[in-house]
C-alpha cells in the first residue's frame, strides 16, 4: 500500500475529475493536500468534508491569468510551510479549427496554452526553487496521449500545449536531477470525466471504444493511481518518463 503520511501535496484542478479522484485518493494514502479550484467553491468544499481531519486545504486561482499561478504556489506555501510534490493536473480543453473564425481560432491557441502550458510551467518554475532549497521535490505533469498521436483537427492547440508539457517535463528532469528533484508525466487516454464526456459523445462512445483494445474509457482512478504511486518516491530513476494510460490505444 502507497504510504503518504507526512506528505504536502499541491494538486491543480482538484475539484472535479481526475483531480477530485486525485485528491482523496493522496489524502486516503496518508498526505495532506492543497486542493486547488476554479469555479467549483461547491465541489471542492464537497470533496475536503469527505476526506478525514484537516487534509485538504482549498485554495482558488483563475490560471487564465498571468502570473496568478506563482500567486498560487506562494499561497499553498503557507499552509504548511512547505511542499513536498505537485501535481500539474488543471486544464481545459475548448474547440476551434481552422474554419473557425479567426479571433475565435487565436483565442483557443491563447488561453489553451496559457492554461494548459504556461501556467504548468510557472508552477514548475516556483517548486524548482522551492525544492532546491530543500534538495528534494517531485513533479508530476499530466499530459494525454494527445500529445504523442495527436488530436482531432479541432483540437490541434490541445494537442500542441500537451505535446509541450512532456517536452518541458523532461527537460526538468534531465536538468534538476541532481538537485534530487524528479519528474514525471502522465499520458491519459480518454477518461470517463465530465471534461472528456462532451468530446466523447460528439465522437460517439462506440467508435472510441472500438479503438481502445481493453475494450472500456478508462476510470480516473486509474490515473489517480499512477499519481500515487509516483508520488510515493519508490521509483526515482524512473523520472524524466512519462507512463500512458490508455488502455493500449496508443503505445510509444
Not at 476551434?96 to 496559457?114: H, N, V, Y
Not at 519528474?183 to 468530446?199: D, L, R
Request: with cysteine.
Amino acid at each position: 500500500m502507497i504510504d503518504l503520511t507526512g506528505k504536502v501535496i499541491l494538486v491543480t484542478g482538484g475539484s472535479k475529475g481526475i483531480g477530485a479522484v486525485t485528491v482523496r485518493t493522496l489524502v486516503n494514502a496518508g498526505a495532506e493536500v492543497i486542493l486547488h479550484y476554479f469555479r467549483s467553491q461547491k465541489e471542492a468544499e464537497a470533496i475536503a468534508a469527505s476526506v478525514a481531519g484537516d487534509r485538504c486545504y482549498l485554495l482558488a486561482a483563475d490560471l487564465m491569468v498571468e502570473n496568478a499561478a506563482s500567486i498560487l504556489w506562494r499561497d499553498a506555501l503557507k499552509w504548511r510551510g512547505h511542499i513536498d510534490i505537485l501535481v500539474n493536473n488543471a486544464g481545459i480543453m475548448q474547440s476551434a479549427g481552422i474554419e473557425d473564425k479567426f479571433d475565435i481560432w487565436s483565442s483557443a491557441w491563447q488561453q489553451t496554452l496559457q492554461v494548459n502550458l504556461i501556467a504548468v510551467a510557472d508552477l514548475c518554475r516556483e517548486s524548482i526553487l522551492h525544492f532546491q532549497t530543500r534538495r528534494v521535490g517531485t513533479i508530476i505533469n499530466i499530459a494525454s496521449r494527445a500529445a504523442f498521436r495527436g488530436d482531432d483537427p479541432n483540437y490541434l492547440h490541445y494537442a500542441a500545449s500537451k505535446g509541450a508539457i512532456v517536452a518541458l517535463t523532461r527537460s526538468i528532469a534531465r536538468g534538476f536531477a541532481a538537485d534530487n528533484i524528479l519528474a514525471f508525466t502522465v499520458a491519459p487516454g480518454f477518461v470517463s470525466t465530465e471534461m472528456s464526456n462532451q468530446f466523447i459523445q460528439e465522437l460517439g462512445e462506440a467508435d472510441i471504444i472500438r479503438d481502445i483494445p481493453i475494450g472500456k474509457i478508462a476510470p480516473p482512478q486509474d490515473v489517480a493511481n499512477v499519481i500515487a504511486f509516483l508520488a510515493s518516491g519508490l521509483a526515482t530513476h524512473a523520472t524524466g518518463t512519462t507512463i500512458d494510460i490508455n488502455g493500449a490505444s496508443y503505445v510509444h
